[in-house]
């Protein structure tokens, strides 16, 4: 891969519209095209109005529809920090994209899709917006897959404006993070679950729309995080486990092509683009936190043992640098030897292990204040959420904030700086209570359908949940954004959906036969 130099029409989006004809016509052309879909929209809602149903309108347009309403929210905020956010990790993917030198230290697999837009049009807000529109539209997707649960017009309404006014989408949606087409792809398979359990209710035959969105969405979750691939395989084997009678389905169609996709893109970056593997060091950073915390709960250390861990770096900062909440004060700094600690994992793994036995109540400690972020729903007062990046970092790439839309930005910020107090953040950033709620979402479903259909639907968030447990380093709330998502498109099935049901023996339907009422 040589890099991605100018292209030909480089200078036609960069050039100033008021001195360039050949860009005037081109800002101009794309906003004929961009009040062309407000138009069609807008018709299209003034039909859904006067017709009072949806069902006059065809399945893409009601997709679309759908997702009409967060395109155009999104679209402010788009303005307003243009051309979009990119945190720290997105620089570094940034700077990969303009040498032609990929690594895969964060998903090369995200790296290439950047790669790929900005290819087409050489410009990072091509990026952000590709990220928006595929946002926006799975949401309409989710939408479109509640018809089929009788979730109610007005329900689905509300989901549609909640979903378009939540200031963690709207920041998310212009924010260059893995972990939003993460969050895309862990939606769009709880959208075809919803399509997949339904038929398997119904005793009907999958769409092949059906399969093709859990093998896409499955694909994307275990391609856009490290740790996504073992998150997939569990769902998916939770999803056999409870509909034993559709295995052979499930595993030909779902879980053998995603593994099969997953094979062939591993082996294209390594054999093929030659991208090297991740570093160990990064792999492994939730063990290096948790030897920094016992290193600083004062376990016994042996002579060779503190000699190791000075080589990689000096005793002290193993000891200073730590805090339960944050590791990066241990790994990213200029004294830890990273091709050291490759070197040695397997003797850096056996000293973790054997310090853990030594002092167990420090590293539990330590376990149970680096994971509040996952469990707990109020802050405590020594810690913190990374809720959202405060606009792009100072760089050397040329990347910074250039708001169409100044005033607006300065007020945005105000009302996001208003969400991190107190007595609020618990309600938009920290994740708990949104786990929670998909957790009643599903006794709820369970009382109503049966347990099978419960786990199914609320599933990928309990599992992508779990993982994060034994792994967590830092508390992030995009970690967590997968779950306030799927809390936020399960949440019209509390208000009502179709009676259809497996038979429960116990009144909550914590327990079920095969039979069907």
């Known amino acids: 891969i040589r890099g991605f130099g100018p292209l030909p029409w480089a200078g036609w989006v960069s050039a100033d519209p008021g001195r360039n004809l050949v860009t005037g016509a081109y800002i101009a052309v794309q906003a004929l095209l961009l009040g062309l879909l407000i138009a069609?929209?807008?018709?299209?809602?003034?039909?859904?109005?006067?017709?009072?149903?949806?069902?006059?309108?065809?399945?893409?347009?009601?997709?679309?529809?759908?997702?009409?309403?967060?395109?155009?929210?999104?679209?402010?905020?788009?303005?307003?920090?243009?051309?979009?956010?990119?945190?720290?990790?997105?620089?570094?993917?940034?700077?990969?994209?303009?040498?032609?030198?990929?690594?895969?230290?964060?998903?090369?697999?995200?790296?290439?899709?950047?790669?790929?837009?900005?290819?087409?049009?050489?410009?990072?807000?091509?990026?952000?917006?590709?990220?928006?529109?595929?946002?926006?539209?799975?949401?309409?997707?989710?939408?479109r897959a509640l018809e089929r649960w009788g979730v109610s017009t007005s329900a689905r309404g509300f989901l549609v404006l909640a979903a378009a006014l939540s200031p963690a989408n709207g920041l998310m949606s212009i924010t260059m993070w893995k972990d939003v087409p993460y969050t895309i792809g862990m939606l769009g398979l709880s959208a075809a679950l919803l399509h997949l359990v339904r038929d398997f209710l119904e005793e009907r035959r999958p769409a092949l729309s059906t399969w093709t969105g859990i093998i896409l969405g499955g694909l994307a979750i275990a391609a856009y995080r490290h740790n996504g691939w073992p998150i997939v395989l569990f769902t998916f084997i939770l999803i056999i486990i409870l509909w034993k009678k559709h295995a052979i389905n499930l595993i030909t169609r779902s879980l053998l092509p995603v593994i099969a996709c997953y094979i062939i893109i591993q082996v294209a970056e390594i054999y093929i683009l030659r991208i090297p593997p991740v570093p160990r060091w990064f792999a492994f950073q939730m063990l290096i936190h948790q030897v920094s915390a016992l290193v600083y709960a004062e376990t016994p250390l042996t002579v060779d043992e503190a000699i190791f861990l000075d080589r990689i770096q000096p005793l002290?900062?193993?000891?200073?640098?730590?805090?339960?909440?944050?590791?990066?004060?241990?790994?990213?700094?200029?004294?830890?030897?990273?091709?050291?600690?490759?070197?040695?994992?397997?003797?850096?793994?056996?000293?973790?292990?054997?310090?853990?036995?030594?002092?167990?109540?420090?590293?539990?400690?330590?376990?149970?204040?680096?994971?509040?972020?996952l469990w707990r729903i109020t802050q405590p007062e020594n810690a913190y959420v990374y809720a959202f990046e405060w606009g792009t970092p100072p760089n050397p790439l040329g990347l910074s904030s250039r708001p169409i839309l100044p005033k607006l930005q300065s007020a945005l910020w105000l009302i996001f700086r208003e969400t991190l107090r107190p007595a609020w953040i618990w309600l938009f950033w920290r994740p708990a209570i949104f786990f929670y709620f998909v957790v009643l979402i599903g006794i709820v479903l369970a009382c109503r359908h049966g347990v099978r259909p419960a786990l199914s639907l609320i599933g990928p968030a309990i599992v992508h949940t779990m993982f994060w447990f034994p792994i967590l380093t830092a508390p992030d709330f995009r970690f967590q954004y997968p779950v306030y998502l799927i809390a936020l498109i399960l949440s019209p099935l509390l208000l009502g959906s179709s009676a259809i049901s497996e038979r429960p023996y116990s009144a909550c339907g914590f327990f079920q036969s095969e039979t069907r009422k």
Not at 93 to 118: C, E, K
Not at 323 to 332: K, M, Y
Not at 334 to 347: P, T, V
Not at 360 to 372: E, F, I, K, Q
């Open 40 to 143: 069609y929209g807008v018709l299209r809602l003034s039909e859904c109005i006067k017709s009072t149903s949806l069902h006059v309108i065809s399945r893409p347009s009601r997709i679309l529809l759908y997702a009409l309403p967060c395109w155009l929210v999104w679209l402010i905020y788009f303005l307003a920090f243009y051309p979009g956010i990119f945190p720290k990790d997105a620089l570094y993917q940034w700077q990969q994209i303009l040498d032609g030198s990929f690594d895969n230290r964060h998903p090369a697999v995200h790296t290439l899709s950047m790669a790929l837009v900005y290819r087409i049009w050489p410009s990072p807000a091509a990026v952000v917006l590709v990220q928006m529109l595929a946002l926006g539209g799975i949401i309409g997707i989710a939408a």
């Open 316 to 373: 002290e900062l193993w000891r200073t640098g730590y805090t339960c909440r944050f590791l990066d004060p241990v790994v990213h700094n200029d004294q830890f030897n990273r091709k050291l600690f490759d070197e040695n994992i397997l003797n850096f793994m056996s000293l973790w292990f054997r310090l853990i036995l030594r002092n167990p109540m420090g590293w539990l400690r330590h376990y149970l204040c680096s994971t509040d972020f």
